[in-house]
């Protein structure tokens, strides 16, 4: 069918091309069972996660990055020196200085982008995006490469049974353009900051001893079905898209779980694809989203031109979504 999304301005953007890297090393339940006091059955049941996939040391966040951003280039047709800005969203890079992305736009020679982070954990890439198709809307920017790129290896300790089971690394990319037709909906996004300790860093850097990621599942979760759902109604009314358009559902992949609470309150229609590549690559945190994008054109369960919504939720408490048509 054919959809159109509802933009505010004279000018249009939409997602031309997507790529990921996923690490070499695939990590079953059996083995993360042999350093974490846990069942394969109980770690499926409680996440739907069989596999992840843990980064190598020659498997760096730039690596990462760069392999998937190219990747996206490619799918769009387009070469490095075409890009105008790149955006990172990565909430495990533990080099605060250079930003992660002007080391990607050299990786890949896009010399003279614009390149910056963007710090906003699970739902840092949904934002991203939204900033990339506002800049290229407003004449900013022509190409704007977004990618989401974790090691959460580095930032998770890795005998904390609560967590360990649930991250994994990886990266996702994007390639936004200009578009005659509007191709990414109105961002809806909001924070909770009272909710601020539910996924929190237990010390600093250059403290005493290591810091690392500790969260409350259950106050995530709680959170989360209740605040995700609407925002996704409402990014679904701000595009002018009703249910029975969408074509696919790609929240972030946290917790299969949580997804299918989320599927059901939103009212999703039966031919709605729900994204659910958690099961086979965990939660990648910003990498999330693309990197489920990818895998279910990969799947051919989207067909171009189909109606997406997008939606990204963590740490904060924050959101942000928006509906997109596949490139």
Known sequence: MTVRLNTPGRRHSRILGVGAYRPRRVV?????????????????????IRTRHFAE?????ALMATEAAAKALAQAGLTAPQVD????????????????????????????AAAFDLSAACAGFCHALAVA?????????????????????DIVEPHDRTIAFLFADGAGAVVVGPSAEPGIGPVVRGADGSQ????????????????YMRMDGRRVFRWAVGHVPPAGRAALAAAGVALGELAAFVPHQANLRMTEVMADRLGLEAGTVVADDVVHSGNTSAASVPLAL?????????RSGDAALLIGFGAGLNYAGQVVLLP
Do not use: F, Y
Not at 28 to 48: H, K, M, P, V, Y
């Open 294 to 302: 990818e895998r279910l054109a990969e799947q051919g369960k989207v």
């Open 196 to 211: 601020a300790d539910a996924i929190r860093m237990d010390g600093a850097w250059g403290a005493a001893g290591r810091p």
């Open 57 to 61: 040391p020659d498997e760096t966040l």
């Open 28 to 48: 079953d339940n059996a083995e993360l069972c042999r350093r974490i006091d846990s069942t394969e059955e109980w770690i499926e049941t409680r996440s739907g």
């Open 133 to 153: 198709a506002d800049t290229v809307a407003a004449g900013g920017a022509g190409h704007v490469l977004v990618v989401g790129a974790e090691r959460m290896t």
């Open 85 to 112: 800005c790149l955006i990172v969203a990565s909430m495990s890079n533990v080099l605060q200085t250079p930003p992660l992305a002007m080391t990607v736009a050299h990786r890949l020679g896009a010399r003279g």
